[in-house]
């Protein structure tokens, strides 16, 4: 029912910034009681790991790795979240996916991912 589309992905050179976005479709924040949406990132031979995520109560949470670079924001209008990305390193390079959790009014968990977007930072 709801697809998550990522853009913004690419190659940057280190120290630079990109800022990823994640479309979801339908009424995904209004068709919930209550969600978050966040993005992963797995790196070449690592476990997919948290980068950020920000729920409907506008709680925000960050992994430690990205010391303070990046900002996760939202606008419900656009039906959008973003991840800012500055002061890119070369360990940053990953493939980067969107991620949404819903909560219906029935207590019903709906999960949903998108296909992922390649950050590359070069040196």
């Known amino acids: 029912q709801v697809q998550l589309v990522e853009s913004g992905g690419g190659l940057v050179q280190a120290g630079g910034s990109l800022r990823l976005s994640c479309a979801a479709s339908?009424?995904?924040?209004?068709?919930?009681?209550?969600?978050?949406m966040g993005w992963y990132r797995r790196a070449p031979g690592k476990q997919r790991e948290l980068v950020a995520t920000v729920t409907s109560g506008g709680t925000l949470r960050y992994a430690d790795s990205v010391g303070g670079r990046f900002t996760i924001s939202r606008d419900n209008v656009k039906k959008k979240v973003y991840l800012q990305m500055n002061s890119l390193k070369p360990e940053d390079r990953a493939v980067y996916y969107c991620?949404?959790?819903?909560?219906?009014?029935?207590?019903?968990?709906?999960?949903?991912w998108g296909q992922g977007t390649q950050v590359t930072v070069s040196s």
């Open positions: 991620h949404a959790v819903g909560i219906t009014g029935w207590g019903a968990k709906e999960d949903y």
């Open positions: 339908g009424s995904f924040f209004n068709g919930y009681s209550s969600y978050a």
